[in-house]
């Protein structure tokens, strides 16, 4: 039900765009957000978006904060993440995931996702 595309080898200082599509199910009343886990490492929320994506409804992780950006498109429902300013550290298995219909809060919890996509791997060269 979720799709996760995008991932691959960048330099760094470089960027790339993922996309989540989801099918099946609407998710246009759920939260949505971008995990990673990087070798050895637990998994990780980048970013989280509420149903609307204001700018009072967005959660990023300290360490992508001015470089990464989530977004959403709820007419296609797509949910995006930018990266920009790439490094080597960012380099992980991307996640899409999303909350169940109604639960609408941004959150960075991983309990509070319901739905996985399979991941897209990005890496990043030094």
């Known amino acids: 039900q979720l799709q996760a595309s995008g991932g691959g080898l960048v330099q760094a200082g470089g960027y790339l765009r993922l996309s989540c599509a989801t099918s099946g199910r609407t998710f246009t009343n759920s939260a949505m957000a971008w995990f990673r886990q990087a070798p050895g490492k637990e998994r990780e929320c980048v970013g989280s978006?509420?149903?609307?994506?204001?700018?009072?409804?967005?959660y990023y992780a300290d360490s992508v904060k001015g470089r990464f950006t989530i977004s959403r498109d709820n007419t296609k429902n797509t949910v995006y993440l930018q990266m920009n300013s790439l490094k080597p550290e960012d380099t992980a298995v991307y996640y899409c995931?999303?909350?169940?219909?109604?639960?609408?809060?941004?959150?960075?919890?991983?309990?509070?996702?319901?739905?996985w996509g399979q991941g897209t791997l990005v890496t990043v060269s030094s």
């Open positions: 995931a999303a909350a169940i219909p109604g639960r609408t809060w941004v959150t960075q919890a991983e309990r509070d996702y319901d739905y």
């Open positions: 978006v509420s149903p609307r994506g204001g700018s009072g409804s967005i």
